[in-house]
T-cell receptor, first 113, second 113 residues
Framework: DVKVTQSSRYLVKRTGEKVFLECVQDMDHENMFWYRQDPGLGLRLIYF???????EKGDIPEGYSVSREKKERFSLILESASTNQTSMYLC???FGLGKDEAFFGQGTRLTVV | GENVEQHPSTLSVQEGDSAVIKCTYSDSASNYFPWYKQELGKRPQLIID?????GEKKDQRIAVTLNKTAKHFSLHITETQPEDSAVYFC????????????FGGGTRLMVKP
């Protein structure tokens, strides 16, 4: 059973803080994703990684960076949190190479005050 | 990059009726089209997918159709039940070019008993 685990379910941070959201998967998946979910806007891709130390910008990368130092871990970093980054953040992973189903973490609801 | 449009954004049906959700995509190179269901407070989970070499796929009460020429695909749910109430997301990707999954805006389906 694939497990994608996000480090926090709820997080409250202050404007200007540096915020780290962590995601770990236990199935040796090649691909990892960070999405942001807002009402009426669906799931918008922030960043995608297809291998260790490899990353690609998604649709809304501004204000975010990522780190993938190990295959199982993909971190999303908010360099200087702002109130418009208050949202639900979902991590996902997939094996790739024809096994394309994406498995999602439980989500982190981030509130920036 | 890929752009996925999904309609309608909300759909209300009577129990036992059918529900249809439609998506269009922009990148003719996309070849994998999954559908995810997200129940309230839970993570999105894959319910059915289709690849570009197939025009239709069925799994019990759900089916997906794909029209590559028109670049649209649809989810059909027959004999709807209250437990079908959820948000449904379509997505598209070219899994030969990095597997970056782009989602539609989501459809909130409500099945009235």
């Amino acid at each position: 059973d694939v497990k994608v685990t996000q480090s926090s379910r709820y997080l409250v941070k202050r404007t200007g803080e540096k915020v780290f959201l962590e995601c770990v998967q236990d199935m040796d998946h090649e691909n990892m994703f960070w999405y942001r979910q807002d009402p009426g806007l669906g799931l918008r891709l922030i960043y995608f990684s297809y291998d260790v130390k490899m990353k690609e910008k998604g649709d809304i990368p501004e204000g975010y960076s990522v780190s993938r130092e190990k295959k199982e871990r993909f971190s999303l970093i908010l360099e200087s949190a702002s109130t418009n980054q208050t949202s639900m953040y979902l991590c996902a992973s997939s094996f790739g190479l024809g096994k394309d189903e994406a498995f999602f973490g439980q989500g982190t609801r981030l509130t920036v005050v | 990059g890929e752009n996925v449009e999904q309609h309608p954004s909300t759909l209300s049906v009577q129990e036992g009726d059918s529900a249809v959700i439609k998506c269009t995509y922009s990148d003719s190179a996309s070849n994998y089209f999954p559908w995810y269901k997200q129940e309230l407070g839970k993570r999105p989970q894959l319910i059915i997918d289709i690849r570009s070499n197939v025009g239709e796929k069925k799994d019990q009460r759900i089916a997906v159709t794909l029209n590559k020429t028109a670049k649209h695909f649809s989810l059909h749910i027959t004999e709807t039940q209250p437990e079908d109430s959820a948000v449904y997301f379509c997505a598209a990707t070219n899994n030969n070019a990095g597997n970056m999954l782009t989602f539609g805006g989501g459809t909130r389906l409500m099945v009235k008993p």
